[in-house]
């Protein structure tokens, strides 16, 4: 067997078998970047390089909506449910996509961002009041349900129930299979929800604010968006919000406590931004995403034939020599790379900018008041979720200790 036959029999694997994936979050990626740019595994096109992931993102012959290619992808097993998914920000292209993105464009106003960061602090500090914390249950939830829950104008006393909603249709994602009682019960997961952003709706008609809720609502009057679309924006927000930034803060912490030295030195929130910037390129929390070819794809004198699946590796790329020296090591002085932790292009997560805010408070503070914390591994190796998409700890229990208690230990 010739490298190549063996490299890509080792993708398929790792792509195939979430087993693998719990056990290790990155793979053999960067043996894959560096072999190749693009391998044909499986019937899909795997792109790695930085330079053809930039290339092809911004590529409309490559398409996240297979719709648009002829075929009729289910996205959940309820229909009503599928109907939902099928218009998720995430999976239009586009005049639909950029008329759905321009909603929420200017969102992250100063003030807003102001707001955000004293807030996420806040839940923060609160975290940080025992002896340790588990990064992805105590933050990697509450933070992003806090965040999104602010922004689109969640009152405090609703967000338990939402979060209960969210975690539900979250589930539902690609699930196939289930008995019709589970099937009965997603439906009507789905219309409670629906029902309170109905009801949301009516509230922000009468009492508009600031708020992506309120945004929706003028929107809706002027006929730029329908009823079914504004109710899957609202789940789009707030599904993948959960999902990235859960995933992002767990990575970061996991990769930041690794570095031995570091935490101590990342007090001030520009060096924590730095630092995060570099964590989530080394272990990306959005590990692919997936495209259609519309059209026969000339790429590097191989041709990607029209209706094939495109994954655009962005965990790859970010640890491509080519874009970067050392790409496997964790450094403070790359410089402002702008790495593809987050995708890139069109498509790039809209919470990319919410998750760098609040990684940055929880390094900056964490830094703070225990410089000296560990991630406790005394009941085994740190697991990973065996997604294929997002790459996440399941857990991640951190010790927190402060300065100078490991030497008086």
């Not at 002027?222 to 079914?228: F, G, I, P, V, W």
């Amino acid at each position: 067997m010739d490298s190549l036959s063996q490299l890509r029999n080792e993708i398929s694997r790792y792509l195939t078998d979430s087993e693998a994936r719990r056990h290790d979050p990155v793979g053999p990626i960067d043996e894959l970047v560096r072999d190749t740019g693009l391998l044909e595994v499986n019937g899909a096109w795997v792109v790695s390089s930085h330079r053809l992931v930039s290339a092809l993102s911004a590529d409309r012959r490559l398409s996240v909506d297979a719709r648009l290619g002829g075929s009729e992808p289910r996205f959940a097993q309820p229909r009503t449910l599928d109907h939902v998914f099928g218009l998720m920000l995430n999976v239009r292209d586009g005049v639909d996509h950029r008329r759905l993105r321009g909603l929420v464009s200017g969102v992250f106003t100063a003030r807003r961002i102001a707001e955000l960061t004293e807030s996420a602090a806040t839940l923060v500090e609160s975290a940080l009041d025992h002896e340790s914390l588990d990064i992805v249950a105590d933050l990697g939830v509450r933070l992003p349900m806090r965040m999104n829950s602010e922004l689109v104008g969640v009152p405090a006393e609703d967000r338990a129930q939402v979060l209960r909603w969210v975690k539900a249709l979250a589930g539902q994602l690609d699930r196939f299979g289930q008995t019709e009682t589970e099937v009965s019960q997603a439906e009507r997961t789905l219309a409670e929800f629906a029902d309170y952003i109905h009801a949301l709706l009516a509230k922000r008609r009468l009492d508009p604010r600031d708020d992506i809720m309120t945004r929706l609502v003028q929107a809706l009057a002027q006929h730029m968006l329908s009823t079914d679309e504004l109710v899957a924006f609202v789940i789009t927000l707030f599904v993948n919000g959960l999902d990235t930034l859960s995933a992002a803060l767990g990575n970061v912490l996991w990769t930041i406590l690794g570095q031995p030295g570091l935490l101590p030195k990342l007090t001030n929130r520009e060096d924590a931004r730095v630092a995060f910037d570099e964590a989530v390129r080394l272990c990306s929390p959005i590990r692919l995403s997936a495209r259609t070819a519309l059209s026969d794809v000339e790429v590097d004198g191989q041709t990607i034939p029209a209706g094939s699946v495109v994954l655009f590796y962005w965990a790859a790329a970010n640890r491509d020599p080519e874009f970067t020296d050392a790409p496997a090591e964790f450094r403070m002085d790359r410089g402002a790379l702008g790495s593809y932790a987050f995708g890139q292009g069109p498509h790039q997560c809209l919470g990319a900018q919410l998750a760098r805010l609040t990684g940055a408070e929880l390094i900056s503070r964490l830094a703070t008041r225990f410089p000296e914390s560990t991630v406790d591994t005394t009941t085994g190796e740190v697991r990973w979720q065996g997604e294929l998409v997002f790459c996440s700890p399941e857990q991640l229990q951190v010790k927190l200790v402060p300065r100078g208690a490991m030497a008086v230990a």
